[in-house]
């Protein structure tokens, strides 16, 4: 069933089909989509379809974190580097340099990632 769209977020109104996306993977709880500004040859973004704004509200749900996880796993298998090697990324309010305020997960690869942790 369609989930409701907060206007005021970009990542709801994805999930919604209200603005466009390419779309990699979708789950009854989760959605994966192409990053508007990738920072690598596979940069999608894993997303909960319900909002929540960050990692720190979705650490209650174990579950749905697993499956994120399982999801951005799966994403890696079927971009192809899944041998080669990918990162999973989680910024996190603002000193963690998150943007948008819809939490994601970041699957970079299909390069030689070098140390960004800030
Ligand atoms: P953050 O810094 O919040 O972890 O990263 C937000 C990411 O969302 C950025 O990499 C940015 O390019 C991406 N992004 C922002 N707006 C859109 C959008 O409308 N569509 C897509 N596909 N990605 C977006
Ligand atoms: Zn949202």
Do not use: M, W
């Amino acid at each position: 069933s369609p989930v409701p769209a907060n206007a005021d977020c970009v990542f709801c109104r994805i999930v919604a089909r209200e603005i466009p996306a390419t779309i990699v993977r979708e789950t009854d709880r989760t959605l994966a989509f192409r990053d508007v500004n990738p920072q690598a040859p596979v940069h999608v973004l894993v997303v909960p379809k319900a909002h929540t704004t960050t990692l720190t509200e979705l650490a209650d749900d174990a579950e749905l974190l697993g499956v994120l996880l399982q999801e951005c796993v799966a994403v890696a298998r079927s971009e192809g580097i899944v041998d080669t090697g990918y990162r999973v990324a989680v910024n996190t309010g603002e000193q963690g340099g998150q943007v948008v305020q819809h939490c994601h997960l970041h699957v970079l690869g299909g390069r030689q990632l070098v140390g960004s942790l800030g």
